[in-house]
């Protein structure tokens, strides 16, 4: 069963206000077969009912071809079909290496008064630090057979096709989650001069506090050497189905009030309006960030996180030929998806992991 995903954007109208929230679902769609990629394969000239699979490979000498071309089309079609909203927090790049550096320069701090006649000081420029992403070779056989072939198992073959395409854009999905949700990828720390609160990755509880925390963490993020701040702002979240509603109900509610009176101060008074109210542009809630109450803040416009190809996805097959030893010896044709490319946080100031296994406490 498909997994689904939900991305909640902010609608603001008039003046920047809020007008309202847009809550998308999204999974993958039903392929619109307006085009059969098998259609063509298994027309039968003068006759409008169609050929069997078995009788189109040995009547048509580019069957074969056809084959692998229909399932490329059902494939490719499937990863299309499949939205990534991750992917809008990702910066894209293309790579020619096995790896690549990417290097955090230092700021320059602030200007000195210097009046006429007096010798300017220069600085030199340091790298605060550099991130190594390394891209990998990703590859998946599967196997038609001759029995699919054979007993017209034209479902089957679009199965594994469709299959296909899904492999892909779930692979990608993992390498992603893996990655912010991997709290040794998150570094920063106050007592490192990267910041003006504390460590960026904790077992946070979502609540007033906890999300106070993790925004100010990334707020007053700043270069180590200088203390210059990066202007950093969190404007996406991204979480698990068991935190829809909490998350939801913490930034979207119009008002705030008590819960009940436990005689204990408010954190926050006794005001009515809510704060956290659009303070966040874009909710992504997906079941690949865990599977307790884990969240992560991001700013999305930082482009923190690199996503770099030295070769797309693509799909090869093994020709249905003597000399091929899948065909000669299993009666199988095999097909190969592969895909080459890395991926890695690169800056993760702009980032707040929680890893946190308690439920949110947003009454």
Same mark, same amino acid.
């Given at each position: 069963?498909?997994?689904?995903?939900?991305?909640?954007?902010?609608?603001?109208?008039?003046?920047?206000?809020?007008?309202?929230?847009?809550?998308?679902?999204?999974?993958?769609?039903?392929?619109?077969?307006?085009?059969?990629?098998?259609?063509?394969?298994?027309?039968?000239?003068?006759?409008?009912?169609?050929?069997?699979?078995?009788?189109?490979?040995?009547?048509?000498?580019? %069957? @074969?071809?056809?084959?692998?071309?229909?399932?490329?089309? *059902? /494939?490719?079609?499937? +990863?299309?079909?499949?939205?990534?909203?991750?992917?809008?927090?990702?910066?894209?790049?293309?790579?020619?290496?096995?790896?690549?550096?990417?290097?955090?320069?230092?700021?320059?701090?602030?200007?000195?008064?210097?009046?006429?006649?007096?010798?300017?000081?220069?600085?030199?420029?340091?790298?605060?630090?550099?991130?190594?992403?390394?891209?990998?070779?990703?590859?998946?056989?599967?196997?038609?057979?001759?029995?699919?072939?054979?007993?017209?198992?034209?479902?089957?073959?679009?199965?594994?096709?469709?299959?296909?395409?899904?492999?892909?854009?779930?692979?990608?999905?993992?390498?992603?989650?893996?990655?912010?949700?991997?709290?040794?990828?998150?570094?920063?720390?106050?007592?490192?001069?990267?910041?003006?609160?504390?460590?960026?990755? %904790? @077992?946070?509880?979502?609540?007033?506090?906890?999300?106070? *925390? /993790?925004?100010?963490? +990334?707020?007053?993020?700043?270069?180590?050497?200088?203390?210059?701040?990066?202007?950093?702002?969190?404007?996406?979240?991204?979480?698990?189905?068991?935190?829809?509603?909490?998350?939801?109900?913490?930034?979207?509610?119009?008002?705030?009030?008590?819960?009940?009176?436990?005689?204990?101060?408010?954190?926050?008074?006794?005001?009515?309006?809510?704060?956290?109210?659009?303070?966040?542009?874009?909710?992504?809630?997906?079941?690949?960030?865990?599977?307790?109450?884990?969240?992560?803040?991001?700013?999305?416009?930082?482009?923190?996180?690199?996503?770099?190809?030295?070769?797309?996805?693509?799909?090869?097959?093994?020709?249905?030929?003597?000399?091929?030893?899948?065909?000669?010896?299993?009666?199988?044709?095999?097909?190969?998806?592969?895909?080459?490319?890395?991926?890695?946080?690169?800056?993760?100031?702009?980032?707040?992991?929680?890893?946190?296994?308690?439920?949110?406490?947003?009454?």
């Amino acid at each position: 069963m498909a997994e689904q995903i939900k991305e909640i954007t902010i609608q603001r109208g008039i003046n920047d206000q809020i007008s309202g929230f847009k809550d998308t679902v999204i999974e993958p769609k039903p392929l619109l077969e307006t085009y059969d990629p098998f259609a063509k394969l298994l027309e039968r000239e003068g006759s409008s009912f169609p050929m069997r699979l078995l009788e189109t490979m040995v009547l048509k000498p580019d %069957a @074969a071809n056809m084959l692998r071309d229909g399932i490329r089309f *059902l /494939a490719f079609s499937q +990863i299309a079909s499949m939205g990534q909203p991750w992917k809008q927090l990702v910066r894209m790049e293309s790579s020619s290496k096995p790896e690549e550096m990417y290097l955090r320069d230092s700021a320059l701090g602030v200007i000195p008064i210097k009046n006429s006649g007096e010798d300017v000081d220069f600085t030199n420029r340091s790298f605060e630090g550099s991130t190594k992403v390394t891209n990998y070779l990703y590859r998946l056989g599967v196997i038609v057979t001759g029995d699919d072939i054979k007993f017209d198992r034209i479902g089957v073959i679009r199965q594994i096709a469709t299959d296909l395409g899904r492999s892909a854009v779930v692979t990608e999905d993992d390498a992603f989650f893996t990655d912010i949700q991997t709290t040794g990828n998150f570094t920063r720390n106050s007592t490192t001069n990267d910041n003006d609160i504390g460590a960026n990755t %904790a @077992a946070t509880t979502f609540n007033a506090l906890g999300l106070d *925390l /993790a925004m100010a963490t +990334i707020s007053t993020s700043k270069d180590r050497k200088t203390g210059h701040y990066l202007n950093y702002h969190a404007d996406t979240i991204l979480t698990t189905p068991r935190m829809e509603w909490p998350v939801k109900q913490m930034l979207m509610s119009p008002i705030l009030m008590r819960a009940a009176d436990t005689g204990a101060a408010e954190v926050r008074g006794m005001g009515t309006t809510n704060p956290y109210t659009g303070t966040l542009q874009r909710i992504i809630i997906h079941p690949k960030v865990g599977t307790s109450y884990q969240w992560n803040l991001v700013d999305s416009t930082a482009y923190s996180y690199v996503w770099q190809t030295v070769d797309p996805w693509q799909i090869l097959q093994e020709n249905q030929i003597e000399a091929s030893e899948a065909w000669l010896v299993r009666n199988a044709i095999r097909y190969v998806i592969m895909g080459y490319f890395g991926h890695g946080i690169i800056d993760d100031r702009a980032w707040y992991c929680s890893s946190s296994t308690t439920a949110p406490t947003v009454s």
